[in-house]
Protein backbone atom coordinates (compact mmCIF):
# COMPACT_ATOMS: atom_id res chain seq x y z
CA UNK A 1 0.00 0.00 0.00
CA UNK A 2 1.75 3.19 -1.02
CA UNK A 3 2.01 5.81 1.67
CA UNK A 4 -0.39 8.40 0.14
CA UNK A 5 -3.04 6.10 0.43
CA UNK A 6 -2.83 5.61 4.60
CA UNK A 7 -4.08 8.31 7.24
CA UNK A 8 -1.48 8.88 9.54
CA UNK A 9 -2.19 12.34 11.08
CA UNK A 10 -3.92 12.41 14.00
CA UNK A 11 -6.70 15.21 12.82
CA UNK A 12 -7.33 13.12 10.20
CA UNK A 13 -8.16 10.25 12.12
CA UNK A 14 -10.21 12.32 14.51
CA UNK A 15 -11.96 14.38 11.35
CA UNK A 16 -13.19 10.18 10.20
CA UNK A 17 -13.84 9.65 13.69
CA UNK A 18 -16.43 12.44 14.18
CA UNK A 19 -18.03 12.87 10.86
CA UNK A 20 -17.57 9.54 9.76
CA UNK A 21 -20.37 6.63 9.89
CA UNK A 22 -19.39 3.23 12.37
CA UNK A 23 -19.77 -0.07 10.84
CA UNK A 24 -18.35 -3.23 12.79
CA UNK A 25 -18.55 -6.90 13.44
CA UNK A 26 -16.42 -8.94 16.74
CA UNK A 27 -12.81 -8.40 15.08
CA UNK A 28 -13.10 -4.76 13.64
CA UNK A 29 -14.38 -1.39 13.74
CA UNK A 30 -14.60 0.62 10.21
CA UNK A 31 -15.56 4.28 9.82
CA UNK A 32 -16.23 5.71 6.66
CA UNK A 33 -16.21 9.03 5.49
CA UNK A 34 -16.56 10.74 1.93
CA UNK A 35 -13.68 12.91 1.16
CA UNK A 36 -14.40 15.94 -0.99
CA UNK A 37 -12.17 14.58 -4.35
CA UNK A 38 -14.64 12.07 -5.61
CA UNK A 39 -12.37 10.42 -7.95
CA UNK A 40 -9.43 9.82 -5.45
CA UNK A 41 -7.92 6.97 -4.23
CA UNK A 42 -8.84 5.79 -1.28
CA UNK A 43 -6.86 5.98 2.08
CA UNK A 44 -6.71 3.63 4.84
CA UNK A 45 -5.93 4.14 8.55
CA UNK A 46 -5.21 1.54 10.89
CA UNK A 47 -5.61 1.39 15.25
CA UNK A 48 -4.40 -1.96 16.74
CA UNK A 49 -4.36 -0.92 20.42
CA UNK A 50 -1.96 -2.42 22.67
CA UNK A 51 -4.59 -4.91 24.40
CA UNK A 52 -3.97 -6.89 21.52
CA UNK A 53 -0.65 -7.80 22.29
CA UNK A 54 3.07 -7.33 21.90
CA UNK A 55 4.29 -5.29 18.58
CA UNK A 56 5.29 -8.53 16.95
CA UNK A 57 1.20 -8.85 17.18
CA UNK A 58 0.17 -6.11 16.48
CA UNK A 59 2.51 -5.21 13.15
CA UNK A 60 0.94 -9.15 12.58
CA UNK A 61 -2.34 -7.48 12.10
CA UNK A 62 -1.62 -4.34 10.18
CA UNK A 63 0.23 -6.29 7.53
CA UNK A 64 -2.76 -8.91 7.15
CA UNK A 65 -4.93 -5.39 7.13
CA UNK A 66 -3.04 -3.72 4.24
CA UNK A 67 -2.66 -6.91 2.08
CA UNK A 68 -6.28 -7.23 2.13
CA UNK A 69 -6.65 -4.13 1.03
CA UNK A 70 -3.88 -4.23 -1.46
CA UNK A 71 -5.81 -7.13 -2.96
CA UNK A 72 -9.31 -6.05 -2.64
CA UNK A 73 -8.69 -2.31 -3.96
CA UNK A 74 -10.21 -2.70 -7.45
CA UNK A 75 -13.60 -4.12 -5.44
CA UNK A 76 -13.82 -1.09 -3.25
CA UNK A 77 -15.58 2.38 -3.08
CA UNK A 78 -12.75 4.89 -4.21
CA UNK A 79 -12.88 8.73 -2.62
CA UNK A 80 -13.56 7.61 0.93
CA UNK A 81 -11.22 7.36 4.03
CA UNK A 82 -11.33 4.34 5.79
CA UNK A 83 -10.31 4.16 9.73
CA UNK A 84 -9.92 0.18 11.09
CA UNK A 85 -9.82 -0.39 14.56
CA UNK A 86 -8.85 -3.82 15.19
CA UNK A 87 -10.62 -5.32 18.15
CA UNK A 88 -8.78 -8.42 20.41
CA UNK A 89 -10.39 -11.25 18.90
CA UNK A 90 -8.01 -9.88 15.31
CA UNK A 91 -5.28 -11.16 17.36
CA UNK A 92 -5.55 -14.66 17.41
CA UNK A 93 -6.65 -14.87 13.56
CA UNK A 94 -4.46 -15.80 10.77
CA UNK A 95 -4.43 -14.04 7.47
CA UNK A 96 -7.46 -15.72 6.11
CA UNK A 97 -9.43 -15.30 8.57
CA UNK A 98 -8.57 -11.80 8.88
CA UNK A 99 -9.29 -11.27 5.47
CA UNK A 100 -12.69 -12.98 6.09
CA UNK A 101 -13.79 -10.78 8.71
CA UNK A 102 -12.60 -7.76 6.51
CA UNK A 103 -14.85 -8.53 3.72
CA UNK A 104 -17.65 -9.24 6.47
CA UNK A 105 -17.53 -6.09 7.59
CA UNK A 106 -16.94 -3.85 4.66
CA UNK A 107 -19.88 -5.60 2.85
CA UNK A 108 -22.04 -4.47 5.73
CA UNK A 109 -20.23 -0.71 5.28
CA UNK A 110 -21.67 -1.40 1.62
CA UNK A 111 -18.49 -0.19 -0.52
CA UNK A 112 -17.61 -3.37 -2.05
CA UNK A 113 -18.43 -3.53 -5.69
CA UNK A 114 -20.86 -6.74 -6.75
CA UNK A 115 -18.52 -8.58 -8.68
CA UNK A 116 -16.85 -10.38 -5.94
CA UNK A 117 -18.52 -13.97 -4.90
CA UNK A 118 -18.29 -14.98 -1.28
CA UNK A 119 -15.52 -17.33 -0.66
CA UNK A 120 -13.22 -16.96 -3.69
CA UNK A 121 -10.42 -15.19 -4.31
Known amino acids: MKKEYRIKKNDEFQRVFKKGKSFANRQFVVYKLRREKEDTHFRIGLSVSKKIGNAVCRNHVKRCIRQTF?????????????????RKPAANMDFHEIKKSLIHVLKITKVLKKTRTSGSK
Open 70 to 86: HELEQEIEQGNDYIIIA
